[in-house]
């Protein structure tokens, strides 16, 4: 009977590609042949990993050390207790980021509304972090969560003092990217009760006016002035707009599953595709081609916010005001919830500034938006205007101004989750344009749904082009009127501003 190891090198190396990653390390135990097959083989390595995982999108790629770095990830996700594993946070905090980094863009994800790229790389994360256990150990670990699970004394210095630390953005990061905000503050289905929702917590954050600062210019920053995204903020953003849109039924319109209920739903670049079937495309027009962020279209817009008497009363309150450093109490009041239709075209595109990224130009748009609730005040549409570039640690950042009979009233600063053109979208804080440090401020994030322009470029459209160009990619528009009816039924918590952006 002939051996694996009467083979000749050549065809051994090719069977060697096929093993699963994790049954690559028993190969060389079993002799000395194969010892010397694999060991430093990088072709073999290679083979295995473009075998299993998405072909890189970067390089050069160091095959055996990535392989083995996947291994180790399974390996240290698949042990049962989460004490057992959280330790490991800063290794799996740099491996998911990779692993998205270079996650396939091609292809079309079957089995969801949503059109995303089939990727290995995210079916290998989807089904590490299905895991309770494993959410617990790495997505749960901010300093929100923490605080609601009452993991330090209230008189314990070191948890308020100084910086964000790096284990608690790194977890904020991880839950970031997987998308789906964790609404209790045990992921566990059996610890999930009224006293345990994170929705108080993150309001806390988020409507907390001290976090918006110059330093950080009111956005999604840390309040060092380097323009570094501060995770733990987007984090408190997404779990405020995530457990309003649930409320509200919103998560079940197709266009918000990506935001709301896909785990790693195109967190990584250049994931958005056009929901739109096999028509040709749109010919671009000159600036568009300089546009690497993707920006013209039609854009999906959630904005949340607290009546102004209940945001003043919570941050300038008659009571005693907690120390700079020490967070305001968890707060559960009724808050807003609006959709909004954007439509933006570019105008202009510009070198980076010395305080930008340098990887990517500066571009420019303008274009409108509009409620998607018909019955809101009509001082809810508005002429938008804005930029987006790179930080410069190379997130995208999106600057906004709406814009209200030619004067410009509210600003939003958000970044790109999973970078230039993933379908994730934006997150971040609007507030007023002149950083009135009374406020209002409040949370919102918008995603594409269309890269379709229209004939009117967004100037003069009222806004009902816009609506059936959503219903007809829909393709189902008793969403819509399910969604109106509920939120007429259950607006009683809600005060109309005279104003949205």
Known sequence: ??????????????????????????VPRTCRSLYHAVTGNTTVFKQVYLHHLDTPTQSPVEWERFVKDVVRLQAVCGRSKVDDKKDELDFVHRIVTELLRNASTEGIRPGLAAKLPESRNVDILEAIFHSESNRSAFLCRSFIYERARAEFHSHDVRYWHGPPKPEHQKSAHLHCLYGVPSLYAYPSSRRQSRHSLMHPFACSKVYDLRQYTQKNQWGPFLDDGTMRVDWEKVEAVMIVLGASMKNLGVSRIHMCEAFCSIPFAGTWPNSWKSPHGPS????????????????????????????????????????????????RPAINVGQATRLILMRIFVTSVEDPGPEDGQALKVVHFKGVSRSFDHGFNDNADSDIRGSVRLTPEGEVRWTTFSIFG????????????????????????????????????????????????????????????????????????????????????????????????
Request: a negative charge; hydrophobic letters at 35%; aromatic letters at 10%.
């Open 1 to 26: 009977m002939l051996l694996l190891t009467d083979l000749p090198p050549e065809i051994v190396h090719h069977i060697l590609g096929y093993v699963n990653p994790p049954d690559l390390a028993s």
């Open 280 to 327: 040709p495309p749109r010919e671009l027009e000159a600036l568009e081609h300089e546009d690497p962020y993707g920006i013209t279209g039609v854009w999906l817009r959630v904005v949340c916010f607290l009546d102004y008497t209940d945001l003043f009363a919570y941050n300038f309150g008659a009571g005693e005001q907690p120390p700079p450093h020490v967070p």
């Open 406 to 501: 030619g004067v410009e009233r509210w600003r939003s600063e958000s970044i790109q989750v999973g970078g230039v053109k993933s379908a994730k979208g934006v997150v971040g804080h609007w507030f007023d344009r002149d950083f009135d440090p009374q406020g209002p401020a409040g949370p919102t994030a918008f995603w594409k749904i269309s890269d379709n322009k229209g004939s009117s470029q967004g100037e003069g459209s009222n806004g009902d082009d816009i609506l059936a160009e959503m219903a007809e990619a829909e393709g189902d528009d008793d969403e819509y009127e399910e969604y109106m009816e509920e939120e007429v039924e259950d607006d009683s918590d809600e005060i109309e501003y005279n104003y949205l952006i």
